[in-house]
């Protein structure tokens, strides 16, 4: 067991409703000249732009807006973002959205100290040094964004969807209320659901010994995750759904889960280049994939992680074969993504053949699943969209 670590994010959350008469406050901590960044509208259909806009006038804040970041963010999208922010001389920006929105906004960020294309700190050809400070609105329960110092952004020219993190971009704060949650529809409610779940399999999936109470707080999270989505796909306004999907969605995926594990993750390389070539919406891939990489890794090695996922996230209590459980959790894993959460479950439905297949795995290899749970090369990745078509 490696349980050396390192865990700090300092991000102040400000949880549950009418908390946002504290935003003023807050962005005045960082300065005078605020960029409020967002995506395609819905916080205007919602309500929630018109309640942003009265608590900056109130507080005497100087607005600038960046509008219209798209799901999947470009970085054509970021570098017109950080030439606001060196244009106006911004003090602070104020992300309001998804994943996509606040990604976009830590590298616009970064980008503003940065004299050149952005797509240079996604890549690594140069370091992020600094970012402008960031305060967060979540809208949408899914990435974790708005708890950890990572964003993910697409080159539309290279077809490359890169993930890339650095402490300066975490999030000073983040406003998390569920209500804001109420008008996200259907589909993108079960997307942000299964993105949710995938960060806690990338991490349970395993072969390290844990630190145990990790593997039960990984257990709840799926399990509040199994509990809630249908509700709130059911009930969109049901309080306590819309609360427990966001508190899940900001600890998947804010560190505390890893303990110290380092390998890399095996089903987000994967959908992240089936969303550079055909702008897919990341939740539904990774339900499209994870089921069959699971099929795919399961062995007499593995057979024992996915017992203990059988028995503790799906209450498989019998006295079976370990691998008869192992496969009735991976059924089980199936028919949540693609019954209840009513998601398509092939990429034929999608409209995505097998032509970009060596393509895709080749980039996804480089990305580093060679050290994940089960080690994966090019080839075990076409085997697996192949079980994807
Ligand atoms: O653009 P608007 O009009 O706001 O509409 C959005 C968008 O169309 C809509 N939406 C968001 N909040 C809403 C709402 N509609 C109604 N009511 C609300 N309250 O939902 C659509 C999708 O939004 P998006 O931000 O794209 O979704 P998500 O939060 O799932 O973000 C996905 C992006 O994050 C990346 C993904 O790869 C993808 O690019 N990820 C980021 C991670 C991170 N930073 O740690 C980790 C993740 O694994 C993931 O890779
Ligand atoms: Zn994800």
């Excluded at 916080?43 to 607005?63: H, M, P, V």
Aim: glycine fraction near 8%.
């Amino acid at each position: 067991m490696n349980s050396s670590f390192v865990y700090s994010i300092p991000t102040k959350v400000y949880f549950g409703e009418n908390q946002l008469q504290h935003l003023g406050k807050e962005l005045r901590n960082y300065g005078t000249k605020v960029l409020l960044v967002y995506g395609g509208g819905s916080i205007k259909k919602n309500g929630l732009y018109d309640k942003i806009r009265k608590e900056i006038a109130d507080s005497g804040l100087e607005l600038f807006e960046y509008s219209g970041i798209e799901p999947n963010p470009r970085h054509t999208s970021v570098n017109e973002g950080a030439e606001i922010c060196k244009r106006e001389n911004i003090d602070v920006l104020l992300a309001v959205g998804g994943g996509s929105v606040i990604d976009a906004t830590k590298f616009i960020g970064a980008g503003a100290y940065y004299n050149g294309d952005v797509w240079d700190l996604v890549t690594r050809k140069a370091p992020i040094t600094h970012c402008l400070p960031i305060i967060t609105i979540l809208t949408l329960a899914a990435t974790g964004s708005e708890m950890n110092a990572g964003g993910v952004i697409t080159n539309l020219d290279t077809k490359d969807k890169i993930g890339m993190g650095a402490a300066c971009m975490l999030p000073k704060v983040s406003f998390l209320d569920p209500t804001v949650t109420y008008s996200v529809d259907r589909y993108q409610t079960s997307c942000g659901c299964a993105d949710i779940f995938s960060h806690v399999v990338e991490v349970y999936f395993s072969m390290d010994k844990d630190l145990s109470m990790l593997d039960s707080f990984m257990e709840g999270l799926m399990k509040t995750v199994i509990h809630y989505a249908p509700i709130a796909m059911e009930h969109p306004n049901d309080y306590e759904a819309r609360a427990n999907l966001m508190w899940a969605s900001s600890w998947a995926i804010n560190g505390f889960i890893n303990g110290g594990k380092t390998h890399a993750w095996s089903c987000h390389p994967m959908e992240h280049e089936l969303s550079a070539y055909y702008d897919m919406t990341h939740g539904l891939g990774l339900a499209i994939l994870i089921p069959r990489w699971m099929k795919y890794t399961l062995n007499e090695n593995t057979v024992s992680r996915f017992e203990q996922y059988g028995r503790n996230v799906f209450d498989i209590h019998n006295d079976s074969d370990p691998m008869v459980i192992a496969n009735k959790a991976i059924h089980m894993t199936s028919e949540f993504f693609f019954k209840t959460l009513g998601l398509k479950s092939n990429l034929s439905e999608l409209g995505i053949d097998e032509s970009k297949f060596e393509i895709m795995a080749k980039k996804a290899a480089q990305n580093g699943t060679f050290r994940a749970f089960v080690p994966l090369d090019a080839e075990d990745i076409v085997n697996i969209y192949q079980l994807c078509k």
